[in-house]
């Protein structure tokens, strides 16, 4: 029974030592890990608590990997405090021009994205977004070109018949004395184009730059022989 005894009491001597040695370890451990970093990972918010006052320690050690084109920006340290805000990039397609541009940020505005791939915009040329507006995550942006050009347009002016009763002729006979020619109307308008395509059309002038002439038939009105015996030629001119 003794030896039983002695035996239980060496048990609980290691017990305690081990749990002694479980708390200094833990009173070690606390004692190092005394930094409190607040991450605001894309508005994903949590808190780490590290012995490192690096930013790359903290980086490796509690947040997800980031790229070269992510913004990263850790206050320093006040006391064992810290913040760590992170704006992870993303694509924004853009087309213009007849192509689609890829750039990638972080976020700022749509002008400002549009400088900084040197995109640049006329008084005329439309964006589908305002151009103070913020780029956000799954934006997509057209840039649509914008010109104007004056230009002339003719269309023909038809010309009419008209009949002329003469005695030089018998009465049912036919005789062309003036070829009928048509006119032109000549039109100036301005036109605005939208990637190349017109969309708007404007009148600014309107003439007709030649008269149309008309066609002049004679008709024979002689109730007998003519006055004249002669046979008029196919066009003729009174």
Same mark, same amino acid.
């Given at each position: 029974?003794?030896?039983?005894?002695?035996?239980t009491g060496d048990n609980r001597a290691f017990a305690v030592l081990v749990l002694s040695c479980c708390l200094a370890v833990s009173i070690f451990v606390g004692a190092m890990a005394v930094n409190a970093v607040y991450i605001d990972d894309d508005g994903h918010m949590r808190v780490v608590y590290t012995s490192s006052q690096d930013l790359?320690?903290?980086?490796?050690?509690?947040?997800?990997?980031?790229?070269s084109t992510d913004e990263v920006v850790m206050t320093g340290f006040t006391g064992n405090?810290?913040?760590?805000?992170?704006?992870?990039?993303?694509?924004?397609p853009?087309?213009?021009?007849?192509?689609?541009?890829?750039?990638?940020t972080t976020g700022g505005t749509v002008g400002e994205l549009l400088t900084a791939v040197g995109i640049t915009l006329s008084e005329d040329d439309l964006v589908s977004a305002e151009l103070t507006a913020p780029v956000t995550?799954?934006?997509?942006?057209?840039?649509?070109?914008?010109?104007?050009?004056?230009l002339e347009k003719t269309e023909e002016? !038809?010309?009419?018949?008209?009949?002329?009763?003469?005695v030089m002729l018998a009465k049912g006979k036919t005789a062309v004395s003036t070829e009928g020619q048509a006119g032109v109307r000549t039109t100036t308008v301005r036109q605005k184009l939208?990637?190349?395509?017109?969309?708007?059309?404007?009148?600014?002038?309107?003439?007709v730059t030649k008269n149309p002439v008309d066609r002049?038939?004679?008709?024979?009105?002689?109730?007998?022989?003519?006055?004249?015996?002669?046979? !008029? !030629?196919?066009?003729?001119?009174?």
């Amino acid at each position: 029974k003794l030896a039983e005894k002695c035996k239980t009491g060496d048990n609980r001597a290691f017990a305690v030592l081990v749990l002694s040695c479980c708390l200094a370890v833990s009173i070690f451990v606390g004692a190092m890990a005394v930094n409190a970093v607040y991450i605001d990972d894309d508005g994903h918010m949590r808190v780490v608590y590290t012995s490192s006052q690096d930013l790359q320690d903290v980086l490796a050690s509690s947040v997800a990997a980031t790229k070269s084109t992510d913004e990263v920006v850790m206050t320093g340290f006040t006391g064992n405090v810290a913040s760590l805000k992170i704006k992870r990039s993303y694509e924004v397609p853009i087309l213009v021009d007849g192509k689609t541009l890829l750039p990638v940020t972080t976020g700022g505005t749509v002008g400002e994205l549009l400088t900084a791939v040197g995109i640049t915009l006329s008084e005329d040329d439309l964006v589908s977004a305002e151009l103070t507006a913020p780029v956000t995550r799954g934006m997509d942006i057209k840039v649509s070109r914008v010109s104007y050009q004056t230009l002339e347009k003719t269309e023909e002016i !038809p010309f009419e018949t008209t009949e002329k009763a003469t005695v030089m002729l018998a009465k049912g006979k036919t005789a062309v004395s003036t070829e009928g020619q048509a006119g032109v109307r000549t039109t100036t308008v301005r036109q605005k184009l939208v990637d190349g395509k017109v969309v708007e059309e404007t009148v600014i002038d309107e003439a007709v730059t030649k008269n149309p002439v008309d066609r002049v038939v004679l008709t024979g009105s002689a109730p007998g022989t003519p006055i004249s015996q002669l046979t !008029p !030629p196919d066009s003729l001119v009174l």
